[in-house]
């Protein structure tokens, strides 16, 4: 018997899908991190762009005023006037050499650096006659420069350098990163737990199904699982449970044909024995009672014989492809079954009544279109009374041919009913077996009428005795069958 093997870590579905969640969780996490803070640094960038190089502007054309050179008294005077609506923390104005006419950090003049050559880049690039700017974010602050070329007619005057130092916009970053890092971990806690807690319940749901299969494949057919969920998985667990059905009943089948068959084998099996017996012990046998007695042998050989043909007919039915059908006429095989049963009907004083449709043609093939007559007359024949009448009736209408058997004998009770189409299912084991019976004809029929897409049914007919009614398929005259 195959052993379960237990399946590697890295290829469980356990495993699987933890990677999958992680992996999702994690481009969901990187993307929430960046995405948001790169577009709040864009915003913060440009809108710095415009407004700084804009006061640059501003105060750049204060300061041309004229042909003549910007002086330092001016131009501190100039950018005392703007100083309040200038927002900047650094103001350096510088004359066409690049040396500073005026120096303002945080609203007060500086003394220190007049005179002095102010080496910042964007200066010297402001003074060859282009307007900067540029920002950068480090540590929760916006350092921002902006720097344009103070012109008259064309003529560069000097440069005008800008400089903005601010904690306020980088501390506002700063709080939507902090945000999104504290969400990001509680979501990876989050998803980490449900993770854990969803992967679990798969497996142990999964663990649950594997382990009834192996229950079941042990041969213990009666087990079940209950998974509810109403998801994909309980659907499997509702199949699973409905294929076990249906293996149990196979089985349970199964076991009681081979019982019942085995019983029915041992009975004649034993009468026989018994027969020898008591005439290999009898000393003197007069030749009348030995052929008596041969003649019971040979009468339960000859039913050992029936069974096993009949039991051979039914595994025929069950294991080989059905033989090709042809076109059959129903009436002409039931006119066949009543002229052989006629002597039997005689014999037991029943009469045989036949109303045939002519034409009812069927796709079957003769032999077992002959077994089904020939099994539901005799019966109709073999469980009546002395007297009695067996009617047979055919009909046929556009889609199906009807063939009736219905007698005036026994009846069968109504409880028996379901059951008689079983194997080995006698309602009346003596008479049975004194007419001859093996309890399979009817499971012939039933096997046999289902292959060509039949029905067969038995009722009580009123007043007394049996109905049996096959359905089949019609066949047209030319061939096919009617839709
Ligand atoms: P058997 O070989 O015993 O006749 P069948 O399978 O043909 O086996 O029939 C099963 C049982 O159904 C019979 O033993 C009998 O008890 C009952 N039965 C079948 N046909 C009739 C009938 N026409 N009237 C009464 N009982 C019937």
């Not at 089985?251 to 019983?263: C, G, K, N, P, T």
């Not at 219905?406 to 069968?412: A, K, Q, S």
């Not at 292959?451 to 019609?474: D, H, L, M, S, W």
């Amino acid at each position: 018997m195959p052993q379960s093997k237990k399946v590697p870590f890295w290829r469980s579905l356990q495993t699987k899908f933890a990677m999958t969640y992680i992996l999702i969780v994690a481009a969901v996490l990187i993307l929430l991190n960046t995405y948001p803070v790169m577009v709040s640094q864009d915003l913060a960038y440009r809108s710095k762009e415009t407004s700084m190089q804009n006061q640059a502007a501003v105060l750049a054309s204060a300061l041309a005023t004229g042909p003549e050179a910007l002086t330092a008294e001016g131009a501190a005077r100039t950018v005392e006037l703007l100083l309040g609506s200038l927002g900047v923390t650094r103001i350096v104005v510088t004359d066409p050499n690049g040396l500073v006419l005026c120096d303002f950090q945080e609203g007060t003049a500086r003394t220190d650096t007049t005179g002095q050559y102010a080496l910042f880049w964007e200066l010297v690039t402001a003074l060859q006659g282009n307007d900067v700017f540029r920002s950068g974010y480090a540590d929760g602050v916006f350092h921002s420069r902006a720097a344009v070329p103070v012109t008259y007619r064309s003529m560069t005057q000097g440069a005008v350098y800008l400089y903005e130092y601010d904690a306020e916009q980088g501390a506002m970053l700063q709080g939507i990163q902090t945000n999104l890092r504290f969400i990001s971990l509680v979501i990876c806690l989050v998803t980490l737990v449900m993770g854990v807690v969803f992967a679990k319940a798969l497996t142990r749901r999964i663990a649950l199904l594997l382990g009834a299969i192996r229950t079941v494949r042990e041969g213990e057919y009666s087990h079940r699982v209950s998974m509810g969920g109403g998801d994909e998985l309980s659907r499997l667990a509702d199949e699973f449970n409905e294929l076990t059905g249906r293996l149990q009943t196979t089985e349970e089948v199964r076991r009681r044909f081979v019982s019942d068959a085995s019983h029915e084998l041992k009975t004649p099996l034993a009468s026989i024995r018994l027969l020898t017996d008591s005439i290999l012990q009898a000393d003197h046998m007069d030749s009348e009672t030995a052929r008596e007695f041969l003649t019971d042998i040979g009468d339960e050989a000859e039913r050992l014989t029936r069974i096993t043909e009949k039991l051979l007919t039914l595994t025929r039915l069950d294991t080989a492809p059905a033989a090709a059908a042809v076109p059959v006429d129903v009436g002409a095989v039931v006119e066949r079954v009543e002229h052989m049963l006629t002597p039997l009907a005689r014999a037991v004083e029943v009469e045989l009544e036949l109303r045939l449709q002519p034409g009812c043609l069927i796709a079957a093939t003769e032999d077992e279109l002959y077994q089904i007559a020939f099994n539901l007359m005799e019966n109709a024949v073999k469980y009546n009374l002395p007297g009695g009448k067996v009617y047979v009736t055919l009909q046929g209408d556009a889609r199906q041919v009807r063939l009736r058997v219905e007698d005036t004998g026994v009846g069968i009770p109504e409880e028996d009913l379901p059951k008689i189409f079983d194997r080995f299912y006698r309602v009346d084991k003596a008479r049975s077996r004194a007419a001859g019976g093996t309890g399979l004809g009817l499971s012939i029929v039933w096997d046999t009428v289902r292959r060509y897409g039949g029905t067969v049914t038995a009722r009580r007919r009123e007043p007394e005795g049996t109905c049996f009614e096959v359905v089949f398929p019609r066949l047209a005259e030319k061939g096919g069958t009617q839709r």
